[in-house]
């Protein structure tokens, strides 16, 4: 059914006067030459009779007397916008009561009209007829604006969960080629070292391949581990301790990691979520902050699991034109809302800056995966 501005109109008169309505037929058609409106109406005088016109056609518009013996306009009103949230719907009165005018333009009528100033009702009505049509356009925009936000936050929880797996293979990867033969290699060198035992020349040359074995294999680990969140193993208390660790030692900033719990009963992937807000809102303070305090805390209640991320360092200001010119904030936002949480940056100038993540916790995985990995990591 289509709504354009139709030159015919389908109106609905609520009205307990036959004579009021003849009147209001008399002025309409008078005016028809003026507005192109060529109206076709029905008079009803209740409830029952505007349901029974709306279920039997289409309607464009209502004009409701005020005062109905069994009816008032402002049920009317209700009726109306009940089958159509857009349709104009126009309040008559016999008396003017400016209270009621306004309650009834509050309450959603398009116009009220004196019945003593009648020869506004077709102007009024052409009016409001162009104004529903604004409405709905203005909703449909809405709605697909709605429904296009929706496709572009499940492409990019899509997008999440396929750069989490490319990591995890190419993690996978890095453990099953070169992590067995680093070890391999390993132990070649030390059956090398006992064979060349004692021939002093070999010794510094052993030392050094050694060295670069251990170099080579924490490289290995670091990188297997940024690429592919512990969470899944260690669970995300232990990933975020390891993390913050990471950070602590790598930076120099004080850093401080607290829980309420021990273990969190988690989706694997929100936990795998929240360990990338926390890289990436630590990645964040090592980058722009110059900080010399970092805590990062972990909530976990029954219904959220809440991270929050607060340094001591410049903050910024998040009001201003510039203040997300990147994806890290963007990405962080955007996570919060594809589980169906919230987060929060909070910064000024010279005030730090805290993150906050909140999400529900989702349904926990059956049973963690026994760790595969590490046999090789931390010989040596
Ligand atoms: N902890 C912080 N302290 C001070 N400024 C910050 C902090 N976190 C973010 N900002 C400011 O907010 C901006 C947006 O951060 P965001 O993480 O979105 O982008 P980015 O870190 O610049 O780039 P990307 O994360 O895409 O690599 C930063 O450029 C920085 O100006
Ligand atoms: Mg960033």
Same mark, same amino acid.
């Given at each position: 059914?289509?709504?354009?501005?139709?030159?015919?109109?389908?109106?609905? &008169? &609520?009205?307990?006067?036959?004579?009021?309505?003849? =009147?209001?037929?008399?002025?309409?058609?008078?005016?028809?030459?003026?507005?192109?409106? *060529? &109206? *076709?109406?029905?008079?009803?005088?209740?409830?029952?009779?505007?349901?029974?016109?709306?279920?039997?056609?289409?309607?464009?518009? #209502?004009?409701?007397?005020?005062?109905?013996?069994?009816?008032?306009? %402002?049920?009317?009103?209700?009726?109306?916008?009940?089958?159509?949230?857009?349709?104009?719907?126009?309040?008559?009165? +016999?008396?003017?009561?400016?209270?009621?005018?306004?309650?009834?333009?509050?309450?959603?009528?398009?116009? %009220?009209? =004196?019945?003593?100033?009648? %020869?506004?009702?077709?102007?009024?009505?052409?009016?409001?007829?162009?104004?529903?049509? #604004?409405?709905?356009?203005?909703?449909?925009?809405?709605?697909?604006?709605?429904?296009?936000?929706?496709?572009?936050?499940?492409? /990019?929880?899509?997008?999440?969960?396929?750069?989490?797996?490319?990591?995890?293979?190419?993690?996978?990867?890095?453990?099953?080629?070169?992590?067995?033969?680093?070890?391999?290699?390993?132990?070649?060198?030390?059956?090398?070292?006992?064979?060349?035992?004692?021939?002093?020349?070999?010794?510094?040359?052993?030392?050094?391949?050694?060295?670069?074995?251990?170099?080579?294999?924490?490289?290995?680990?670091?990188?297997?581990?940024?690429?592919?969140?512990?969470?899944?193993?260690?669970?995300? #208390?232990?990933?975020?301790?390891?993390?913050?660790?990471?950070?602590?030692?790598?930076?120099?900033? /004080?850093?401080?990691?607290?829980?309420? *719990?021990?273990?969190?009963?988690?989706?694997?992937?929100?936990?795998?979520?929240?360990?990338?807000?926390?890289?990436?809102?630590?990645?964040?303070?090592?980058?722009?902050?110059?900080?010399?305090?970092?805590?990062?805390?972990?909530?976990?209640?029954?219904?959220?699991?809440?991270?929050?991320?607060?340094?001591?360092? &410049?903050?910024?200001?998040?009001?201003?034109?510039?203040?997300?010119?990147? %994806? +890290?904030?963007?990405?962080?936002?955007?996570?919060?809302?594809?589980?169906?949480?919230?987060?929060?940056?909070?910064?000024?100038?010279?005030?730090?800056?805290?993150?906050?993540?909140?999400?529900?916790?989702?349904?926990?995985?059956?049973?963690?995966?026994?760790?595969?990995?590490?046999?090789?990591?931390?010989?040596?």
């Amino acid at each position: 059914m289509s709504h354009e501005t139709p030159s015919t109109v389908n109106l609905l &008169v &609520v009205e307990d006067s036959e004579l009021d309505y003849e =009147l209001l037929l008399a002025i309409l058609g008078r005016d028809q030459a003026l507005t192109g409106l *060529r &109206v *076709r109406a029905q008079r009803v005088e209740d409830e029952a009779g505007m349901r029974a016109a709306f279920a039997a056609g289409r309607i464009d518009a #209502v004009v409701t007397d005020h005062n109905l013996p069994r009816f008032d306009s %402002f049920s009317a009103l209700k009726v109306a916008k009940s089958h159509d949230e857009d349709i104009p719907v126009l309040v008559l009165s +016999g008396e003017m009561a400016e209270d009621l005018a306004v309650a009834a333009l509050h309450a959603g009528a398009d116009d %009220f009209i =004196l019945k003593a100033r009648m %020869f506004r009702l077709a102007p009024a009505l052409r009016r409001s007829l162009q104004a529903a049509e #604004v409405r709905r356009n203005a909703r449909r925009q809405a709605q697909a604006l709605a429904a296009s936000e929706a496709r572009l936050r499940e492409l /990019t929880q899509h997008l999440e969960r396929v750069k989490e797996e490319e990591r995890r293979a190419v993690a996978r990867e890095i453990h099953d080629d070169i992590g067995t033969t680093l070890t391999a290699l390993k132990f070649e060198l030390a059956r090398l070292a006992r064979a060349l035992d004692g021939r002093a020349a070999a010794a510094p040359h052993i030392n050094a391949m050694q060295d670069l074995l251990a170099q080579a294999v924490s490289a290995a680990d670091r990188i297997q581990h940024n690429l592919r969140p512990p969470v899944l193993d260690a669970g995300l #208390v232990a990933a975020l301790e390891w993390l913050v660790q990471g950070f602590r030692n790598r930076t120099g900033v /004080t850093a401080t990691f607290e829980s309420n *719990r021990e273990e969190i009963e988690l989706a694997p992937e929100r936990a795998a979520a929240i360990y990338r807000v926390a890289q990436e809102a630590l990645a964040n303070v090592a980058k722009h902050a110059h900080a010399t305090r970092v805590s990062v805390q972990l909530f976990a209640a029954a219904d959220e699991v809440s991270l929050e991320v607060a340094d001591d360092g &410049v903050g910024f200001d998040t009001h201003g034109a510039e203040a997300t010119p990147g %994806f +890290g904030m963007r990405g962080l936002i955007e996570r919060a809302r594809g589980f169906g949480g919230w987060a929060e940056v909070n910064s000024a100038p010279g005030r730090g800056t805290t993150v906050m993540f909140s999400i529900p916790p989702g349904t926990p995985a059956a049973a963690a995966p026994a760790p595969r990995e590490r046999e090789w990591t931390d010989a040596g």
